[in-house]
């Protein structure tokens, strides 16, 4: 999450430098880093909380092993 508002941070503030605007690039960005990393936490937290994701189901190790 962190690297994510990081990077957004760099982001806008090169682009509020460049078009030599006061921050606005800045805030959006720095808004948008953290959206995207709260989604990426909010997925990895889905990810440990169902055990069965990423697991073959029943009817595939059964049809894997025959």
Known sequence: MAG???MC???GYG???WLGTKGLFTIVFIILGIIGGGVTVYRQIMKVL???EGRPS???R???SG
């Open 15 to 17: 682009l509020d430098k």
């Open 50 to 52: 169902d055990p069965k």
């Open 4 to 6: 994510s508002i990081l």
């Open 9 to 11: 941070l760099a982001i």
């Open 62 to 64: 059964d049809n894997g």
């Open 58 to 60: 029943e009817a595939e």
